[in-house]
């Protein structure tokens, strides 16, 4: 039995993609992004340290609470979080400011199952390179804020004692140091206004720079991160390969070849009764004719595990419809997909849920599975499976899973696992789009 939802009528088609690559050459020095960094420096000049003064009470009470109650880990696991925020928000700011098209900074996952998987999620959060590097730019710019807000405080200042004649001539003290009296009071005033007009100027730039410095990677660390991706999924790509051989070997060695040498012993069994006993000649030829429509049919299956020639033609859509038609157990499809994604991206996600179908079926004892695919906002191609099962799947070297990994990892994307004991199990493969 399978149950799709009717889904509603397909949006518009995504925007294009934009580059993989951050933009190293955008023009920080423009007057609209000069007068963009100074607004919103003052801004955080004001706003930065209540927001470092609060992320320093998260780090000190739990801290303190770290060996008196245990509640001091679940404190410092917020802390975690609440520096994902400031950092999310920090480059935000500069990605609406500058546009340096930097990859979406997200959460970051373990793909080790159960309270293990959460600690050691909340571990990887914890040293992300890229959230660290924007923590960084936002305590620089907090600075700089505070700089900014003195700076536009000495306009203000300037600009009043530049104006001051209208209001009389009375004398001024210039910062309780020198007394300014007559014309010297509007000229020290309009100097100084000039002064730190220029010097807003210079800081709005500096923050450019220093923002580019801080996150944008330099070229030799983008093409060094684009090797070490490529030795990834090549790696991934060959085991991937492996374990496919190695199924399609014991496939074949299990099921099919055993198959084809019994009908050969009926058949010849069949030919030395021709003469003596027809009848049970024929009826041994019958036989052999059920058990060759049985070999095609698990050639067949075998051939649509290497190669779904449905998903090639009608797309991802149709061929989980297909799948889930023939899953032993009840499943419930859930797929929006506003557009096709490449060749490789739908073959990663149809044989990780292929699969991940298959493993339920055998080992969980499920009653019925949903899967939920969709195409994300960032351009990847997001798939979940959970059934109902027992759990306590586990990763094992050419395993099932093993394949899963290998197979989503060729094709650059992420795949996690959760499977606690109990159930449910649950997969979940994100792949680029154009991968």
């Known amino acids: 039995m399978t149950t799709a939802s009717v889904l509603p009528p397909s949006p518009p088609p995504l925007p294009a ?154 004398p001024v003290s210039f910062f309780g140091l020198l007394r300014l009296n007559g014309v010297a009071g509007p000229l020290v005033g309009a100097l100084l206004a000039l002064v730190a007009v220029g010097a807003l100027v210079g800081l709005g730039l500096l923050h450019g720079v220093l923002a580019r410095a801080i996150l944008v990677p330099s070229r030799e660390a983008l093409l060094e991160e684009q090797a070490r991706t490529s030795d990834t999924r090549r790696a991934g790509a060959v085991r991937a390969a492996e374990v496919e051989r190695t199924r399609i070997e014991r496939d ?14 009926t058949l010849g069994l069949a030919q030395t009764k021709i003469d003596d006993d027809p009848e049970a000649a024929k009826a041994l030829v019958a036989e052999a004719h059920a058990s060759t429509k049985s070999a095609i049919t698990e050639l067949r299956q075998l051939a649509r595990g290497i190669h779904a020639s449905v998903l090639e033609d009608r797309g991802l859509d149709a061929a989980l419809s297909a799948l889930a038609s023939r899953s032993h157990i009840p ?25 991940a179908l298959t493993n339920a079926a055998k080992h969980s004892r499920a009653g019925n599975c949903r899967v939920d695919v969709r195409v994300r906002d960032d351009g990847s191609l997001w798939a979940r499976v959970e059934d109902d099962g027992l759990g306590g799947a586990r990763i094992v070297p050419g395993g099932g899973l093993d394949g899963i990994v290998n197979r989503v990892t060729a094709a650059g994307g992420t795949a996690r696992i959760d499977s606690p004991q109990g159930g449910p199990t649950t997969v979940e493969v994100t792949v680029p789009c154009a991968s």
């Open 252 to 265: 074949l060695h299990d099921g099919v070849q055993p198959r084809l040498v019994s009908i050969g012993m």
């Open 331 to 355: 499943v419930t499809l859930d797929v929006r997909l506003p557009r096709r994604c490449s060749r490789a991206a739908e073959a990663a996600v149809y044989f990780s849920i292929a699969e």
């Open 17 to 170: 993609l934009r580059s993989a690559a951050p933009r190293t050459s955008v023009r920080i020095s423009s007057p609209g992004h000069v007068a963009g960094a100074i607004a919103q420096l003052a801004a955080l000049g004001a706003i930065g340290p209540a927001v470092f003064g609060g992320l320093f009470s998260l780090l000190g009470a739990g801290v303190g609470l770290l060996f008196a109650v245990l509640i001091g880990v679940v404190v410092l696991a917020g802390l975690v979080y609440a520096l994902y925020a400031v950092a999310w928000f920090e480059q935000a700011r500069l990605e609406g400011l500058y546009g340096f098209e930097l990859p979406a900074l997200r959460v970051r996952r373990s793909p080790k199952p159960g309270f293990v998987g959460v600690l050691h999620t909340i571990w990887l959060q914890a040293i992300d390179p890229r959230q660290w590097r924007a923590i960084a730019s936002f305590t620089v710019s907090t600075v700089l804020g505070v700089v900014a807000l003195l700076l536009v405080g000495a306009v203000a200042w300037g600009l009043a004692l530049a104006v001051s004649p209208i209001f009389g001539w009375t």
